[in-house]
C-alpha cells in the first residue's frame, strides 16, 4: 500500500454520517458521556466506547475500505457483547476500486465529512488536488433547466436553414 488516509466516523453528538459515494450511512463513535440523556449515558456505561467505523484509503492504489473495528482485537470484549446481545454487524473490511473520478469523489466527501466535524483524521493527510472529476450529485434525475427547451429549438431552426447536405454534418458535430 502506497500513500494512504485513515479517518473515524466521530462527531461532537455520537451521530452516524451519511456517505453519499455508498449511499448508506458508516455508523459514527458512541461515547456515553456525549449523550444528552443521562439514562442513556447510565445505561451506556455496562458498554464502553463504541468505535466508529473507518474509511482508509489507499491513493496510490485508488483503492478505499471500510473498517469495521469491532472486529480488531482490542475490541474483542465489545465483540462479544455484542454477539450475546444478537445485534448484526458490519463485515470487517469491505473493499472498493476506485477509477480517478471515484477516488476524487470518495476525497471530496471525505474533506466536507472532516471539515464539518463528522470524522477525525487517524493518520496521512488529505491531498489538496486528485484529478478527476468530483461527482456531487447522487440522486434522482437532473432538473430540467427550461433553457434546455430553447437551446434544442434553436438547434433545430439553423439546422433548417442549412443546405440539405449540411446537416448531417453539423448535426453530428452538434451530438459529441
Do not use: Y
Amino acid at each position: 500500500m502506497g500513500k494512504t488516509l485513515e479517518l473515524e466516523i466521530d462527531s461532537a453528538d455520537n451521530s452516524s454520517l451519511f456517505f453519499r459515494p455508498l449511499g448508506r450511512k458508516l455508523r459514527g463513535r458512541l461515547e456515553w458521556a456525549r449523550c444528552k440523556n443521562p439514562l442513556a449515558v447510565v445505561t451506556g456505561q455496562n458498554w464502553g466506547t463504541i468505535p466508529g467505523q473507518r474509511v482508509r484509503i489507499d491513493l496510490d492504489g485508488r483503492k478505499a475500505f471500510i473498517i469495521e473495528p469491532i472486529h480488531h482485537p482490542e475490541n474483542a470484549a465489545l465483540l462479544r457483547k455484542i454477539e450475546k446481545a444478537g445485534l448484526s454487524l458490519a463485515a470487517a473490511e469491505e473493499t472498493f476500486n476506485l477509477d480517478e473520478n471515484g477516488l476524487a469523489t470518495w476525497i471530496f466527501w471525505i474533506k466536507r465529512a472532516v471539515e464539518d466535524g463528522n470524522a477525525r483524521i487517524l493518520s496521512g493527510v488529505l491531498p489538496e488536488k486528485l484529478p478527476g472529476k468530483i461527482r456531487t450529485d447522487f440522486g434522482g434525475p437532473r432538473p430540467v433547466d427550461p433553457r434546455d427547451a430553447t437551446i434544442e429549438r434553436l438547434t433545430q431552426i439553423v439546422l433548417g436553414l442549412l443546405p440539405v447536405e449540411r446537416r448531417k454534418e453539423v448535426a453530428a458535430a452538434l451530438s459529441e
